[in-house]
């Protein structure tokens, strides 16, 4: 496996958990990267992104203010923090590498996909 999610885990309500997506054989400096959720009998769905140089960010209505996309180019690692976790963020998450260097909600736009991680939120 070359793209890998990492940092999932179980929290309780109100916590903060910090997922890590990276690449060891393959560079996606130049690509913008995207984190996605996908939670039991639901489709999946986009969280956010952000662009190759790190300029541009976008996210989901449900976790503006509360996730924030960030990376660490010369590290080849993307990160998504996740504050203020709520029952209704439990998924598996996943970070996918966009064709282009800005992408947003579009899945079509995204043509690596890595294993997920999975996120449990305790009420």
């Known amino acids: 496996v070359q793209l890998q999610a990492s940092g999932g885990g179980l929290v309780q309500a109100g916590g903060s958990l910090r997922l890590s997506c990276a690449d060891s054989?393959?560079?996606?400096?130049?690509?913008?990267v995207g984190w996605f959720r996908q939670a039991p009998g639901k489709e999946r769905e986009f969280v956010g992104s952000?662009?190759?140089?790190?300029?541009?960010?976008s996210y989901a209505d449900s976790v503006k203010g509360r996730f924030t996309v960030s990376r660490d180019n010369a590290e080849n690692t993307v990160y998504l923090q996740m504050n203020g976790l709520k029952p209704e963020d439990t998924a598996v998450y996943y970070c996918?590498?966009?064709?282009?260097?800005?992408?947003?909600?579009?899945?079509?736009?995204?043509?690596?996909w890595g294993q997920g991680t999975q996120v449990t939120v305790s009420s």
């Open positions: 996918a590498v966009a064709a282009r260097p800005y992408s947003g909600a579009d899945r079509d736009g995204y043509v690596r």
């Open positions: 952000i662009s190759w140089r790190g300029d541009r960010t």
């Open positions: 054989r393959r560079t996606f400096s130049n690509n913008a």
